[in-house]
């Protein structure tokens, strides 16, 4: 599997020349496992073929997550027809898989991730945001993507001293930016939909402070098994990194000024932005379903992110993007009006 992997992601950074066209595609089912071989001539100026290698191995925040390019043989070969693309997608039908998927977990769409990141979704992404080298090219090229967003964020709150400033880490992961806030001496409140998440945050969080020496008084941050709309409470800042991807935009609105409701200064919001672009790319990643494409993805408007904060009172000061090959998030920072300079 993992030289599999290899194979496949060599050949496609060898491949990298912007602009491919879809050739032909075929899906099949062997041993059990699903195959598929697309055919992918470069041409032109954008470097889609490691945009659509993300979609297809499930790559970063803006996709879906998978194990990489594993069980999927993706070959560079010559010829270009739209057509055959076009076959390949009214072929998948990521619907009905997304309806088989929630039928199995007996659940709605919120019981499915909740129970994708107690479970599968955990282990990957436990790897992803830690330091094990078990990991793979896609994954290690997402851990590094993740690692800027985090550290654009802490450059953002770090125009002015953290210690006892209070923040809400919505949607904490593994504490990726909590811990981080703790040592620099804010009281962070952080929580996720997942107890997997939190109980691995808190671990991590008890190493972190207790290894501490930067001298700033530190408090543990409390964590909570929550979701995001049970979340309360006022903090001075709000955080909520990739977390909106779960939520269709007819419910990330709503989700994004509950969000807002919750912080007094400031608003810290990261998202997989949806673009055309970005949502062809989506849209061929789903002809490749894998075993932990367990929950819908959902790319959003920057446009409307801005609409929902503005209905509300709040205004985008900066905002900033992070590309890498297998990861993609619009990063942005809202304040009230009134505070606005
Ligand atoms: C891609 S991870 C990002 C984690 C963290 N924000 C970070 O940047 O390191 C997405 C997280 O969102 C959590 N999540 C998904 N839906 C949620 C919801 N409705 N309420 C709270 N957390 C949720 C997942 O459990 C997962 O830990």
Known sequence: MAGMAATASTTLRSSFCP??????????????ARIVRTHVQASAALP????????????????????GISGLQFAVAGGGAIAA?????????????????????????KAVVRN????????????????????????L?????????????????GDRPLEGVTVCDAGCGT????????????????????????????????????????????????????????ITGKYDTVACL????????????????????LAENRLLLSFAPYTLYYSVLKRIGELFPGPSKATRAYLHAEDD????????????????????KFYFSRLLEAVPAAKAQ
Request: aromatic share 6%; glycine share 10%.
């Open 116 to 139: 994708y990141f107690n479970t599968k979704g955990f282990e990957r992404w436990n790897r992803i945001y830690g330091e094990t080298d078990d990991v793979n090219t896609v994954q």
């Open 175 to 230: 504490g990726s930016l909590s811990i981080p806030l703790a040592l620099q001496g804010a009281h962070v409140y952080a929580s996720d939909i997942s107890s997997a998440m939190v109980e691995e945050a808190a671990r991590r969080a008890g190493a972190a402070l207790s290894s501490s020496s930067n001298g700033k008084p530190t408090q543990t941050p409390k964590f909570e098994a929550c979701d995001l709309e049970s």
């Open 242 to 261: 990739d977390v909106l991807i779960h939520y269709p935009q007819d419910k990330a609105s709503a989700m994004v000024q509950h969000l807002a409701s």
């Open 19 to 32: 602009a491919p066209e879809f050739a032909s595609s075929n899906v099949g089912v062997r041993g059990g």
């Open 141 to 157: 090229d997402i851990r590094t993507g993740h690692a800027q967003t985090v550290e654009k964020v802490l450059r953002f709150l």
């Open 305 to 324: 992110v801005e609409a929902a904060l503005k209905e509300v009172g709040w205004v985008v000061r900066r905002r900033e993007m992070t590309g890498t």
């Open 85 to 109: 693309l076009a076959a390949a997608l009214s072929f998948a039908d990521p619907e009905k898989r997304r309806q088989k998927q929630a039928a199995e977990t007996g659940g709605d769409e």
């Open 48 to 67: 889609v073929v490691e945009l659509a290698a993300q979609v297809v191995s499930g790559g970063g925040l803006g996709v879906i997550e998978s194990d």
